[in-house]
């Protein structure tokens, strides 16, 4: 809470003082190449919910491993997979997708979700498939509950595990919720006007300070919401202010019940999202911008999955800024 606190009090800073500028400097090629490696690295993740591995320990045992590492896991534990648990994800799958082709005032995903729970709940009630209770226990509906910072007994090791924690919550929420922005206003064709990253890391101030005084967790922005949400067809901020009373309104009222759907039902629901993140007119346009755009974009895709979202997206904007500098001076030389 400490530190989540500190970390919000920094990013309104940021905000106030202008520091949002340089997000605008991550080119085109890397924001295409991140949205692509989220999407995958999404689709991987949610894979085992949809093959309805039965072991809650295998479930939660691949949680923070690479992409690799998740094929190899999943596929060691293919005498696990439920033929059911897949029927379920493929069905939220195909729901979802073509609900809304039909058209977007049709809630495509929430029918999947009520179907593929109310299969779960009748006629699969036998075939042991997980569901959310199963997984993560009961949802608890306290959110009323003021959780106030506690203080440690400041010493040398206090402060460095302060001064790193803070220095992770600062940096990742900012660039993930720079990045979700501008993945964001591509998805949605947003022409008219721009994120400002300034009043991002001011959002994302807030939200750091108030949000661990109601006992949750540092957050960023989610990309795979934000792609569910204009995929629905959102249009204007209305639909994250209506988002958040419903979700109160769900989790005060209708806890119990959430806890019933299945987990390949979210992972359906997460796949299709994934889906939707790939554009092939995005990744023509960075190909024709050249060689070398069309390869970072390329490496950010690749690395993104395959190790984590810091180490992907650190390494190559090293790689662009490095590459851009040297080619620059060899011209001036030349």
Known sequence: VLVSIISGIILIIMGIFGVGKYAKLVPNSIIVGFT??????????????????????????DSSKSLIERIKFMSEHLHLING?????????FLLAKYLLKISIYIPGPVIAIGTATLLAATLLADKNIILVRDLYGSIPNNFFKLQMPFLPNFNGSVMIDILYFVVGIVFV???????????????AKNDRTPFNPDKEFFGQGLVQIITPLVQGFPCTGALARTATSIKAGA???????FKSILKLIMAFFLAQYLELIPMACIGGILVWVASN???????????????????????????????DFLTGVLSALIIYFVVKYAFKKMKKTS
Do not use: Q
Not at 173 to 187: F, H, I, K, N
């Open 36 to 61: 692509v490696g989220i999407a995958v690295a999404i689709a991987a993740t949610n894979f085992k919910d949809i093959l309805g591995l039965d072991s809650f320990k295998t479930l939660l045992g």
């Open 84 to 92: 059911w648990s897949m029927l379920l994800g493929l069905l939220t």
């Open 173 to 187: 929420s900012g660039v993930e919720s720079v990045l979700c922005s501008s993945m964001a206003d591509r998805l």
């Open 235 to 241: 249009t204007t901020p209305l639909a994250g202010y």
């Open 277 to 307: 993140m790939i554009k092939p007119a995005e990744i023509k346009e960075i190909k024709h911008a050249g060689k070398f755009e069309f390869s970072m974009m390329i490496y950010t895709a690749v690395m993104v999955p395959m190790t």
